[in-house]
Antibody, heavy 118, light 107 residues
Framework: EVQLLESGGGLVQPGGSLRLSCAASGFTFGGYAMSWVRQAPGRGLEWVSAISGSGSSTYYADSVKGRFTISRDNSKNTLYLQMNSLRAEDTAVYFC???????????WGQGTLVTVSS | EIVMTQSPATLSVSPGERATLSCRASQSVSSNLAWYQQKPGQTPRLLVYGASTRATGIPVRFSGSGSGTEFTLTISSLQSEDFAVYYCHQYDNWPRTFGQGTKVEIK
């Protein structure tokens, strides 16, 4: 059974930084691309970033490019999202998801809430 | 980026009726189109990928069609558990994008 467990969310001031983690199990982690998708309170889904299975290729939404960095440690079966220069509009639940390259994300974590506020 | 536009924003349907949801892409995404279902407080659930292939375990009452820029998700006979928000998602181009969602509510 695929399990994805996000952590690292919390309250941060505008301009601050946060690193999210996603611990994966139940599949061969390094064999799959991984994605981050967010959802602001009461709003729809917004794709944030994706990374190839090897970690050699990364992609970002325009809204986070230059501020967020996706990475992975295949030896630890863990996906990361480093978020810098955070803004109020980054407030959302951040979901980690398996897939997102040739096929859409098929399995999702429960999400971690990031709140950017002074 | 490719803009995905869903219609209608809200669809009021009686249980047992058919629901038809539409999704339009601002440029062709070939058949690289997925549909997700999300219920309140839950994570999104993949229903359809490749525009028309049901994901594992998805009931046959859910069917997807279309290619290029016009896509449809049809729920043939709505069950109580189908009332939710539905999102289309293109995975043809970077950045990936989602539609704004269609809420299917009980009439």
């Amino acid at each position: 059974e695929v399990q994805l467990l996000e952590s690292g969310g919390g309250l941060v001031q505008p301009g601050g930084s946060l690193r999210l983690s996603c611990a994966a199990s139940g599949f061969t982690f390094g064999g799959y691309a991984m994605s981050w998708v967010r959802q602001a309170p009461g709003r729809g889904l917004e794709w944030v970033s994706a990374i190839s299975g090897s970690g050699s290729s990364t992609y970002y939404a325009d809204s986070v490019k230059g501020r967020f960095t996706i990475s992975r440690d295949n030896s630890k079966n863990t996906l990361y999202l480093q978020m810098n220069s955070l803004r109020a509009e980054d407030t959302a639940v951040y979901f980690c998801a398996k897939g997102g390259y040739q096929l859409p994300a098929s399995d999702w974590g429960q999400g971690t809430l990031v709140t950017v506020s002074s | 980026e490719i803009v995905m536009t869903q219609s209608p924003a809200t669809l009021s349907v009686s249980p047992g009726e058919r629901a038809t949801l539409s999704c339009r892409a601002s440029q062709s995404v070939s058949s690289n189109l997925a549909w997700y279902q999300q219920k309140p407080g839950q994570t999104p659930r993949l229903l359809v990928y490749g525009a028309s292939t049901r994901a594992t375990g998805i009931p046959v009452r859910f069917s997807g069609s279309g290619s290029g820029t016009e896509f449809t998700l049809t729920i043939s006979s709505l069950q109580s558990e189908d009332f939710a928000v539905y999102y289309c998602h293109q995975y043809d181009n970077w950045p990936r994008t989602f539609g704004q969602g269609t809420k299917v509510e009980i009439k």
